[in-house]
């Protein structure tokens, strides 16, 4: 009965402070989104779709849109404190990212590879938030964080290649993004083999220390890889406009099947892995 009560007690717990979590995220992803239109503006006007966005077309008012950032993100820090101080630290650290990646003298969204590594930090910032919104007692594995974030570089880093090969054509490349004075081709493609290469080594350390069975998911996550990388060849990417990828069936099956693989390894146990790769802890003599 006594443990029946500490159940009902999590649950009730979880009940207000996911919604309100989930609401602190949207604040300050939402705040992260405005600095980043309001300072892309001047270099947007040299994009052939982004120049029709809002703010380029002079359709915002940019001191008022100052103002949303900066209530957008105290009102979300604000509000994340009452879920916990992990999780409010975690946002604010999401925040401070977005002022990193966006705000001179620093702007790491100029500068070759920083662009990407500040960007896709996002991913474990937002991995972390997630997870002291239900737990503040234990910390995500380090192998989780770094996976996620290599992979969230690896997927970055195909949308810098996918806006290169198009912008170069209309030679207005580095007007647009600066790091693309610095970046050709073939240094984006070695960055994307860095990032997938680093991505799944994190993973299968993750995978070996936690849960074995994960392994047999593999050849769905590297098929699920290498068809982005393909992607990306295409003339007006999709990987460039990522909100538009739903529509690419092949990888929406194979994302969906994978996720749905892993659920499903999470749960039933694969002991013949175990005979297969039997855990050592001391070196043969």
Same mark, same amino acid.
């Given at each position: ?70 209530? #957008?993100?105290?009102? +979300?820090?604000? =509000? ?10 975690? !946002? &604010? %650290? @999401? ?105 799944? #080594?994190?993973?299968? +350390?993750?995978? =070996? ?10 050849? !769905? &996550? %590297? @098929? ?62």
């Amino acid at each position: 009965m006594a443990l029946a009560t500490v159940w009902d007690t999590r649950l009730s717990g979880l009940a207000w402070r996911l919604p309100v979590a989930l609401a602190a995220l949207c604040l300050v992803a939402s705040s992260n989104y405005v600095i980043n239109e309001v300072r892309d503006a001047p270099f947007d006007v040299h994009h052939p779709t982004k120049r029709n966005r809002a703010v380029p077309t002079g359709l915002v008012h940019v001191p008022l849109a100052y103002v949303q950032w900066v209530t #957008l993100g105290v009102v +979300g820090c604000g =509000i994340a404190v009452a879920v916990s101080r992990p999780f409010a630290l975690a !946002l &604010v %650290a @999401l925040w401070a990212m977005g002022c990193i990646y966006n705000l001179p003298p620093v702007r790491t969204k100029d500068r070759p590879h920083l662009d990407v590594l500040s960007e896709a930090i996002n991913n474990p910032l937002r991995l972390c938030a997630g997870w002291f919104a239900i737990s503040s007692s234990t910390f995500p594995p380090l192998t989780f964080l770094l996976s996620y974030w290599m992979v969230g570089c690896y997927f970055m880093a195909i949308k810098r290649f996918a806006e290169h090969r198009d912008m170069g054509a209309h030679g207005v490349a580095s007007r647009y993004r600066a790091s693309f004075s610095y970046y050709t081709s073939q240094r984006l493609l070695v960055a994307i083999m860095f990032y997938a290469s680093a991505a799944m #080594l994190f993973f299968g +350390g993750l995978i =070996i220390r936690y849960r074995l069975e994960l392994i047999l998911s593999f050849p !769905l &996550v %590297a @098929l699920i890889m290498a068809l982005y990388l393909h992607l990306a060849f295409r003339p007006n990417s999709p990987t460039e406009h990522p909100e538009k990828l739903y529509r690419e069936r092949l990888l929406m099956i194979l994302v969906i099947s994978c996720a749905g693989l892993m659920i499903l390894l999470m749960w039933v146990d694969v002991p013949q892995l175990r005979d297969l790769v039997p855990p050592s802890t001391e070196v043969q003599r």
